[in-house]
Every structure is written in C-alpha cells, then in structure tokens.
C-alpha cells in the first residue's frame, strides 16, 4: 500500500494515499475565515462547487510558531464517511510503499499528539520515523459541523 509522508514543523505524519483526493497549494487557495469553536478549523473552501472545511494540523496538535511558506500545502481527505475534509501540512516529503509488518505500535510515552490519533510508526527508508495517523480520528466529523 502507498502512503504519502508530510511535514509539521520538523515531524514526519503519514496517511494512506487512498485517502487523498487532491493536493492545493495553499497560497492559491482562498480561505473563507469562520468563527468556530475551535481555532484549529480554519474555515472554508468552495472547491469546485463543494465546500469543504479546513483544519490546520498544527494548531491541531498543538504545534508552536505557526508560518506558512511556499511549500505549505491543504492536503483534500476524503473521509471514511464520504466527507472531504482539507488539512493545512508544511509539506508533501514523499510518497512510500509500505506493508502493514513494517508499522509498529507507538509507545505509550514520548509523542506529543493524542495517543488515539496514531495508528503506529513507520521507519522510513533514511533510518528516520513517521507517524502514521488515523486521520479519521483527527478529523472527527462531528467536530467539524
């Protein structure tokens, strides 16, 4: 199976890529601002006649010193319940092959993110480690409304 690793600050997030619809660059992406509850939903987007909300990862998992670059990209979710979904990441690093014996339970202690939003950890290719997100905990559908 194929999975798309991204960056948040100097961490390595990945997803399935099944589970990507699009990638847009953010600075070519406007962002109707709300005022919602929670500051990590940044607003909304009409991508092609849908409007779809965004999240932005970092605020999400509580990441400090929040800058967007060229790089910064909305990733487009499409959700287990059929729901797109946009997340803000810094960056798409690569894409990898992986099987399901190269995932590993995460510890217990030492991640800096809710414990019910990994699904495990991946040694990537250069010795470095990834988390493999259930992005359909993350992107909690009943938050979002």
Known sequence: MEYIVFKLMKENYTIPLDKIKEILVYSQVIITELFAEEPWIRGMINLRGEVIPIVDLR???????????????????????????????????????????????????????????IEGLIKMNNEQMAILLNIDMVLKIEELV
């Open 59 to 117: 605020i999400r998992f509580d990441i400090k010193n929040i800058e967007f670059s060229d790089n910064t990209v909305i990733v487009v979710i499409k959700t287990d319940e059929d729901k797109l979904v946009g997340i803000i990441v810094d960056n798409i690093d690569s894409i990898i092959e992986l099987n399901t014996q190269t995932i590993v339970p995460a510890p217990e202690m030492g991640v800096s993110i809710d414990p019910s939003y």
